[in-house]
């Protein structure tokens, strides 16, 4: 059968910066259906209209290939079957979208959406009627299962598959999961444009030293319960990992073939399984690959430690992140339910100063029940602990986590949901502590603190790593400091008044 898989156009927040990097999950499916015997095509409408920008009604804009392109490189293609992704909800209009574009030029041609957003809604997705399908959790054998169903004509219940035919197919398990993930064939990053990644040079993070630059993702699934995480929707708890052996093949795969220079791990928890980790980076010295390599996604902060992270750093680590959250304990137990021990975070910093490799980290607020001081807590942690890039976002009450359904109850958030709210820069919950336009001010105040903590401390890194994000994306990086100066100059103001009463001021 022919097949069209599609990345949608993606849509952008003002202060959003575009960012192209090839989109693995349908290179995985992509590669697997060319195995079953199937004439397989990848569409990836963000770098091949990375520069075609349209602005949409509720002031967002639209970036990538335009009606009329998309609609011709459809009727080009001529597929039977064509598989959207939907990976985060606020993308969910846009590939919505597309469906609709493709049942205008045939009303025959089977469309199915995957990732996070259908996984966690497949029943809402299929309200609208130019969607046949949803694929829950991965996508590669449940894909392959399914066009057997189309091409004898079954349409047969498939698991992992939801149709209006069989609309009370049964959730993905553990078990149906692939165990085996070396079973699985090498992402058909041939069937994608990778030129054009790396001529546009816009990468996941944007911490780039060397190009050609990509990315890769050698494991699935995490133990952890977050309660604002939605990828177990897709990938489930259970740590599974390619091996060591088939990691170190694929990196010699990018050198090879594309001449690759410096690779992004974009694994939720690449350093998990420690043995495994050891071996890789060996494996990176042995075969000198010499690649630079960074870690955009975070990872397992209680996996690190000294002996490992000098390792990391002489296989061409040079950068990692990692996921901090929060700086109060209760908040880490009770409301987020994250496996982190902040006495370890200190040591991990010392070890990456030490090895001489740069470390960022993530921090979230505006959980339910987190008090204002315990958010100005986070803040001044995130300041003192020297990390050279701090991001501090928003608790956004994703379809299938824990606070969405607790926001949903409690009516925390609007109802119904703008998905295309739904972005952790956004913040959309209102609690009896504060309100959500409240908790935006504070963060990006606490975020303009922490850019004149660096332009002070460390004016020249600063300012060239200002330069470089303006010149990627001018509009977008300059709103975003216009906005943070006014957030830190209204927000001093207002604290100097409170202060002045004699009230004791909660936010930094």
């Given at each position: 059968m022919r097949v069209l898989l599609v990345q949608p156009p993606y849509d952008l927040f003002p202060d959003d910066e575009r960012q192209a990097m090839p989109p693995l999950g349908l290179a995985y499916i992509a590669a697997a259906l060319e195995q079953a015997g199937h004439d397989v095509a990848i569409l990836d409408c963000v770098v091949e209209g990375f520069d075609d920008l349209r602005l949409l009604a509720d002031g967002r804009r639209r970036c990538g290939l335009q009606d009329q392109e998309l609609r011709r490189r459809l009727t080009d293609f001529g597929p039977q079957v064509v598989g959207v992704s939907c990976l985060f909800?606020?993308?969910?209009?846009?590939?919505?979208?597309?469906?609709?574009?493709?049942?205008?030029?045939?009303?025959?041609?089977v469309t199915i959406m995957g990732g996070a957003h259908p996984s966690a809604l497949a029943h809402e997705v299929l309200i609208d009627s130019n969607v046949d399908a949803v694929c829950l959790g991965e996508g590669e054998m449940a894909m392959v299962d399914f066009l057997k169903t189309i091409a004898d004509g079954s349409r047969r219940e498939t698991k992992g598959i939801i149709t209006r035919q069989n609309p009370t197919n049964a959730r993905v398990t553990a078990s149906d999961l692939v165990q085996d993930l070396d079973s699985l064939p090498m992402p058909a990053r041939h069937l994608l444009p990778m030129n054009l990644y790396f001529k546009h040079k816009a990468p996941h993070g944007g911490v780039v030293r060397r190009n050609p630059c990509t990315n890769l993702i050698t494991s699935r699934g995490c133990p952890a319960r977050c309660s604002f995480c939605s990828i177990h929707t897709v990938w489930g708890r259970r740590f599974r990992s390619h091996s060591s052996t088939r990691v170190l093949d694929e990196l010699e795969h990018l050198v090879r073939d594309y001449g690759v220079r410096e690779v992004q791990f974009e694994d939720d928890n690449l350093t998990l399984n420690k043995r495994r980790m050891i071996e890789i980076c060996r494996g990176m010295i042995d075969r000198k690959l010499d690649l630079l390599w960074t870690t955009p996604n975070g990872v397992a902060i209680w996996a690190l430690d000294e002996p490992l992270i000098a390792l990391m750093r002489k296989?061409?680590?040079?950068?990692?992140?990692?996921?901090?959250?929060?700086?109060?304990?209760?908040?880490?137990?009770?409301?987020?339910?994250?496996?982190?021990?902040?006495?370890?975070?200190?040591?991990?910093?010392?070890?990456?100063?030490?090895?001489?490799?740069?470390?960022?980290?993530?921090?979230?607020?505006?959980?339910?029940?987190?008090?204002?001081?315990?958010?100005?807590?986070?803040?001044?942690?995130?300041?003192?602990?020297?990390?050279?890039?701090?991001?501090?976002?928003?608790?956004?009450?994703?379809?299938?986590?824990?606070?969405?359904?607790?926001?949903?109850?409690?009516?925390?958030?609007?109802?119904?949901?703008?998905?295309?709210?739904?972005?952790?820069?956004?913040?959309?919950?209102?609690?009896?502590?504060?309100?959500?336009?409240?908790?935006?001010?504070?963060?990006?105040?606490?975020?303009?603190?922490?850019?004149?903590?660096?332009?002070?401390?460390?004016?020249?890194?600063?300012?060239?790593?200002?330069?470089?994000?303006?010149?990627?994306?001018?509009?977008?990086?300059?709103?975003?400091?216009?906005?943070?100066?006014?957030?830190?100059?209204?927000?001093?103001?207002?604290?100097?008044?409170?202060?002045?009463?004699?009230?004791?001021?909660?936010?930094p």
């Open positions: 909800s606020a993308q969910a209009q846009s590939a919505h979208y597309v469906c609709a574009l493709v049942k205008a030029i045939d009303p025959a041609i296989s061409g680590c040079y950068h990692i992140t990692i996921a901090v959250e929060s700086a109060s304990d209760r908040v880490l137990r009770d409301l987020i339910n994250k496996p982190v021990n902040l006495t370890h975070v200190p040591r991990v910093v010392r070890a990456c100063r030490k090895a001489g490799m740069g470390i960022s980290a993530f921090f979230v607020v505006g959980f339910p029940g987190e008090t204002k001081k315990e958010i100005a807590q986070t803040f001044d942690y995130a300041m003192s602990m020297g990390a050279d890039t701090v991001n501090f976002f928003t608790a956004t009450p994703y379809p299938g986590t824990r606070l969405y359904r607790e926001c949903s109850e409690r009516q925390l958030m609007p109802s119904p949901v703008d998905f295309a709210s739904l972005r952790i820069g956004q913040p959309i919950i209102t609690t009896p502590d504060w309100t959500a336009q409240e908790l935006g001010g504070m963060v990006r105040a606490a975020q303009a603190r922490f850019y004149l903590h660096m332009a002070l401390k460390r004016p020249n890194r600063f300012l060239l790593a200002m330069v470089k994000k303006i010149l990627r994306e001018p509009r977008g990086m300059s709103r975003r400091l216009v906005d943070a100066g006014s957030s830190l100059i209204a927000h001093s103001l207002g604290l100097n008044k409170r202060n002045s009463a004699g009230k004791l001021a909660t936010t």
